[in-house]
């Protein structure tokens, strides 16, 4: 089977986020399907972007081929994003007969986060009479809306609105990412009857054979260890929706706690304003983002692993996040802070989820993991990472949305 995967943030381990479509053409190679992706050669979430000259470049990485559009570089969520979506969204659209023949594809994705590549992917699709898969990240409009306080009638929502609406009427099959979409997706238009799940997932390979660490960052860990230190750490995405500012105001409760120390490793656009805020702070430290290979060997020298978001009605629909995943893989205790209805992480008893936005408490939290016993810690990670291999194996995943395709 031929599969052409559009998304526009598609990356690699090379070259950094997202990894959930290099993950799953791995895993659809070796079942012994054809993969291409196509993707923007510029993109918000990468730590290396691409460098073309001109759009629909091929190039092979590990044996997947990626064909890279190019748009204009950007920076934030501002009108630049915009401009580089619908570049993208465009010279796809206008060149839909050329990808249908050069990728000749059984299956066409539209995974790209929000709407709209679904117009071309479903061109694409038609002209090739293959399936139309509209794969679901975040519930797009809805996330900006909630997220940016964007009102349902400016043009940019409109736009996105009318391309859900499009995608749930016209795609032959829906895979979400969250598990409590179904109402939504069937108010604006979707027969249920098309709806599945798959969630994000972790890659058993990576955690056998992890990077090293690069060498300051390892002697900074190895230091804190030598000083009995009670390391929380963080690692990913510096941005508004993670509610980082949550645990700064935890550690500046905790700050006369000599024994704890907070370690924020990763990069993002409020990552400049975090530091600031934590200037002052003797418990807390920023480094740079790492190589996802290199992940597990930083999640191993942490005592607790902390993440959580701010308050937002989307998180009723679940969570799949790829941080929370290799926090349970590590085999370390959780502390979340989120509100939402679908909690992995009390359903795997992997640690303790409290309200978000909540410093106090995640403060009372913190001192209480630190006051557990070794084996208590121990027993939560191995929850953890027992949960995650039998649900949430990208080699599973992979298959699961195969089966899905065939019906």
């Known amino acids: 089977m031929n599969i052409l995967l559009v998304n526009h943030y598609a990356g690699s381990p090379h070259m950094g986020m997202e990894f959930r479509p290099y993950y799953f053409a791995k ?34 990485i590990d044996e997947i081929k990626y064909i890279w559009v190019k748009t204009p570089k950007y920076k934030g969520n501002g009108i630049s994003r915009v401009i ?10 206008f060149k839909s007969r050329y990808l249908a023949k050069l990728t000749n594809p059984d299956v066409v ?23 139309h898969v509209y794969e679901v990240h975040d519930l797009w409009p809805l996330s900006p809306m909630e997220l ?11 736009i996105m609105q009318h391309g859900e609406n499009f995608a749930y009427k016209n795609c032959d099959i829906v895979v979400s990412m969250l598990p409590n979409t179904k109402e939504h997706m069937a108010n604006h238009g979707l027969d249920l009857k098309k709806w599945n799940y798959i969630p994000n997932g972790i890659v058993i390979e990576d955690w056998k054979y992890p990077e090293k660490l690069p060498e300051k960052l390892y002697l900074l860990l190895d230091e804190l260890k030598v000083k009995n230190k009670f390391i929380v750490g963080y690692t990913g995405g510096h941005a508004i929706s993670n509610s980082l500012n949550t645990i700064i105001d935890a550690a500046i409760l905790l700050k006369d706690c000599e024994d704890i120390v907070f370690i924020f490793i990763g990069d993002g656009v409020e990552k400049e304003s975090l530091i600031k805020k934590a200037q002052n702070l003797k418990n807390v430290i920023f480094y740079n983002s790492i190589s996802k290979k290199a992940i597990p060997n930083a999640l191993k020298e942490m005592d607790l692993l902390c993440f959580g978001t701010n308050k937002s009605k989307l998180y009723k629909y679940g969570i799949s996040m790829n941080k929370m995943m290799d926090y349970m893989m590590a085999a370390k205790p959780i502390l979340q802070y989120i509100d939402t209805e679908y909690d992995i992480i009390q359903k795997a008893k992997a640690g303790i989820t409290i309200e978000t936005e909540n410093p106090t408490l995640l403060a009372e939290m913190i001192k209480k993991f630190k006051n557990m016993t070794s084996a208590e810690l121990n027993d939560l990670g191995k929850n953890g990472k027992d949960f995650v291999i039998k649900n949430h194996n990208y080699e ?12």
Request: without cysteine; proline residues 1%.
């Open 396 to 407: 599973v995943l992979a298959e699961k949305f195969i089966e899905h395709i065939k019906g």
């Open 109 to 131: 994705i539209a995974s790209s986060t929000y709407t709209i590549d679904n117009y071309f992917v479903r061109r694409i699709a038609k002209l090739n009479k293959a399936l």
């Open 27 to 60: 895993e659809w190679i070796k079942l012994g399907h054809n993969v291409t992706i196509l993707a923007a050669d510029n993109s918000h979430l990468r730590k290396r972007n691409i460098s073309i000259a001109k759009s629909f470049t091929e190039e092979i």
């Open 84 to 93: 580089n979506i619908f570049s993208f969204v465009l010279k796809s659209f």
């Open 148 to 158: 940016g306080n964007m009102s349902k009638y400016h043009p940019f929502i409109m």
